[in-house]
């Protein structure tokens, strides 16, 4: 019986709204399941295989999923204790000075962990945003009091990840996709290509997502398909994405995006891209 799992943050790009169309386009048999670009994991999550390879560049996105799997109840102590007094500016940048101190040293332990978390839930829109020196700079989104945590949802995250062959990887996509093989499955959801020529790559990390690295990824998806591994991807609905995936079976979905400064603009067509159908492929 599946554990009841939801994303423990609010990620750009996060899949929670497209579950509904992403589940059934996923194979009904493969080996081992992979996700480069596993952002807040709603899809991993909902899916819940026994062999996955998970992996991000965001080494503080990963910090989380580490300890979580190790051990949650730290992490769930030291969220209680930063709930525990009611937040304001002043100790919201207090917080985040805190969290920035750890992300410069890379100090990975449980409470870095944990202020990750929290600050997710108090910065502007849930938004992950790090400057050129890869310091975290979203300001406060003037919430005084939220339960930054559901401990049982962390502690259901911890069995699931610990029970099961589950590898977490930090580094470059294509890296992560090293040893895969026939049979395998991989969902791609990297940084959208942007919807207009002013639209800028969203940046989660200080050296961002490329025009470069969408041509890598379209080539990789290519090279994937010819040795027999079943891929899906999601993008933005523009002729670029089209053209890189020329050939493969695309849709197009409306979607609510819950991430936007410009309220207005939380709304978008988005395609899924795979190159199989689940009927030939089952």
Not at 84 to 106: G, M, W
């Amino acid at each position: 019986m599946a554990l009841d799992i939801k994303p423990f943050v609010k990620w750009a790009g996060g899949k929670k709204q497209l579950l509904n169309q992403l589940i059934p386009k996923i194979p009904k048999q493969y080996n081992t399941y992979y996700e480069p670009f596993i952002g807040g994991g709603a899809l991993l999550f909902a899916v819940q295989p026994k062999h996955a390879i998970i992996n991000d560049v965001n080494e503080q996105l990963l910090n989380v999923y580490r300890h979580l799997k190790q051990d949650a109840e730290p992490v769930i102590k030291k969220v209680r204790q930063l709930d525990s007094r009611p937040c304001d500016k002043d100790f919201y940048l207090q917080t985040r000075a805190r969290y920035n101190e750890k992300i410069a040293v890379h100090e990975l332990d449980a409470e870095c962990a944990a202020l990750m978390i929290w600050i997710n839930k108090h910065c502007f829109n849930g938004l992950y945003r790090v400057n050129s020196k890869g310091l975290f700079n979203v300001p406060f989104n003037n919430s005084k009091k939220i339960n930054s945590v559901s401990p049982d949802n962390l502690r259901n995250i911890h069995d699931y990840l610990s029970s099961y062959d589950i590898e977490i990887k930090q580094g470059d996509f294509e890296e992560a996709c090293k040893d895969i093989k026939a049979g395998d499955f991989v969902y791609f959801d990297s940084p959208y290509v942007p919807v207009s020529a002013t639209a800028s790559f969203t940046s989660y990390t200080k050296d961002g997502f490329t025009a470069a690295d969408h041509q890598r990824l379209a080539d990789l998806y290519r090279k994937l398909d010819n040795i027999g591994v079943k891929v899906m991807l999601s993008n933005n609905n523009v002729p670029e994405v089209h053209e890189l995936y020329k050939g493969f079976n695309i849709e197009a979905f409306d979607v609510h995006r819950a991430i936007n400064s410009n309220a207005s603009k939380r709304s978008g067509c988005e395609v899924i891209i795979t190159n199989y159908t689940i009927s030939s492929e089952e």
